[in-house]
């Protein structure tokens, strides 16, 4: 039985013909339904002239690039910081001395369950900040909080045995953790890290709500522009997919740089050292056995 078909029968050939006739019907109800949006949009006139003049403006054009450069500059910086604020809350729920696990655990619990948009409010009138740093603070808070509870899980996912392994040999925690722990929880964080990444990257359109100058707050301003005849349609067919395409590219980076983190001599130097009786190396032979 090949790898393929271990979890599951080959199909016969009625369960072909039914599993052909699904995806055929499937991709007429979905040409249908763009069908009948392509239908209401020319309909209700958003492919007139008029309405996608205004991106042939220069003045437009540098307004859109400036809101996208505010986009990636608050995704950098807040990235960056919920990276490394996840790291320390992580590092203070992991310690062995009870206040300091407690204090981070009520740090994390209690960032988790403010809602993000809350943060940014408080942190923008209550702080009096302007809009850039509110939104990068509100966004570092809860994304740090929840990469935290992240880089935790996959601290504690390795196997206790390598843990306990790693101690026996005289190693100090210190060194167990960026030895032996850490490369091993990377490539089982790195997706659920990326995903939150993509989440920073979304929530920065939260920063329209309180005029911060990214790039929704430019399409919000093209869209509600009379003199452009209020091309809110156009101004979203325009935005979407660049954001889209964003979470796209960002979620490719993370798969190349997953696939480079299993290649690498570290992380296979990891895998032959933790290999126990029997188990099989990344090569696909057990670990030789050592000579008398």
Known sequence: M?????LYDVPGPHARRRHALYGVLSVAVLLTLAAWILYLLFETGQFTSAKWMPFAYQGVQELLLRGLADTLVAFAIAAVLSLALGVVLATGRLSDHRPVRRLATVVVEFFRAMPVLVMIFFVFVALKARPLPALVAGLTLYNGSVLAEVFRSGVQAVERGQREAAFALGMRKTQVMANVLVPQAVRAMLP???????VVLKDTSLGFLITCEEFLHA?????SNLDYDLP??????????IYIGMCMLLSWFAGRVSRREQRSPRAEAVAHATAGPGALLPGGEPPMAPRP
Request: a neutral charge.
């Open 219 to 223: 399409g919000k301003l093209i869209a």
């Open 2 to 6: 090949t790898e393929a078909t271990a």
């Open 232 to 241: 809110f349609i156009p101004v979203v067919m325009v935005i979407s997919p």
């Open 192 to 198: 659920a890290v990326i995903s939150q990444l993509v």
